[in-house]
């Protein structure tokens, strides 16, 4: 998905793609999303939280 994103070279952004990627699931998986913010921990919970930082990482 991230490669569509950023370019139609395969390798070339590579590096880019999974750093940024690494630091919007990192984002997503904070614990106070969790803990103060009732997320449920779950498949589902982590999920939304993940769409949430990727629509907020395009806008």
Same mark, same amino acid.
């Not at 490669?3 to 793609?17: C, K, S």
């Not at 630091?23 to 769409?51: C, K």
């Given at each position: 998905?991230?490669?569509?994103?950023? #370019?139609?070279?395969? &390798?070339?952004?590579?590096?880019?793609?999974?750093?940024? *990627?690494?630091?919007? %699931?990192?984002?997503?998986?904070?614990? %106070? =999303? *969790?803990? &103060?913010?009732? %997320? !449920?921990?779950? !498949?589902? #919970?982590?999920?939304?939280?993940?769409?949430?930082?990727? =629509?907020? =990482?395009? &806008?």
């Amino acid at each position: 998905m991230f490669q569509r994103i950023f #370019g139609r070279e395969r &390798h070339a952004n590579r590096a880019i793609t999974e750093a940024l *990627y690494a630091q919007i %699931v990192a984002a997503a998986r904070q614990t %106070v =999303f *969790y803990s &103060h913010w009732n %997320v !449920p921990d779950t !498949p589902l #919970g982590r999920f939304e939280m993940l769409s949430l930082h990727m =629509f907020l =990482f395009q &806008h």
